[in-house]
């Protein structure tokens, strides 16, 4: 499908919209507004589906002038592979707290905890999250996956993540092909207490 989005061409006083964010999407063909079509937006042609479309508008990008390329605030150029859907991560391999609990610290359940009380998925050098909104730790982990969004078996993680819970994206993380996980855990955007926590609950061995 074709698009048209507007994006911030000159930054307003008064506003806080920057130059370059992304403003609003509509299919080509829109008869914009005589404010739309002031100097102070441009419109970018853009040709794809409606999900990505809602990525560019809703998801940290800016249009870059120059290059004419969409950037995200992670410094990545937009690509159509980020973008996922609740069923591209396979939920059905989804084995719940208790058994990422089992697997990850063997004999928790002797010392007295449960799983509601007791998180091993929780990265011990990320802030514990307010209210257990875990949405800020997803993304946490989701703007470093992005950037191998197209090695095997990366996109069911991002989808994992963005759509599902820390029990799926451990075992779906543990099933990686070895040279994908080898080049995530040597990736220096990862740092070395990411890869501890990774090779946790992934149950890396050294060597692997």
């Known amino acids: ?24 999407a509509r299919e080509a063909g829109h008869r914009w507004s005589r404010a739309e079509l002031s100097s102070r937006f441009a419109r970018v042609p853009y040709t794809g589906t409606r999900a990505e479309v809602r990525e560019i508008c809703r998801g940290g990008y800016t249009w ?20 996922v859907a609740p069923e591209d991560a396979d939920a059905t391999l989804d084995c719940g ?5 089992d697997a990850v610290v063997p004999g928790w359940r002797g010392k007295g905890r449960s799983a509601d009380s007791y ?13 257990e909104d875990y949405s800020e730790i997803r993304r946490y982990w989701f703007d470093k996956f992005r950037w191998h969004c197209n090695e095997p078996g990366i996109r069911q993680v991002l989808a994992a993540l963005k759509h599902h819970c820390g029990s799926l994206f451990a075992e779906l993380g543990r099933r990686l092909p070895a040279d994908t996980r080898r080049r995530i855990l040597s990736d220096k955007r990862f740092t070395p207490e990411d890869v501890a926590w990774l090779k946790k609950v992934w149950r890396v061995k050294d060597g692997d």
């Open 119 to 131: 998180r091993p998925l929780h990265p011990e050098h990320l802030p514990y999250p307010e209210g």
């Open 97 to 101: 707290l208790d058994a990422v609990a």
């Open 64 to 83: 870059d002038f120059a290059r004419e390329v969409f950037v995200h605030e992670t410094g990545q150029d937009f690509t159509p592979a980020i973008v």
């Open 1 to 24: 499908m074709d698009w048209e989005i507007l994006v911030v061409a000159e930054e307003m006083p008064g506003f806080s919209a920057q130059r370059g964010e992304a403003v609003v």
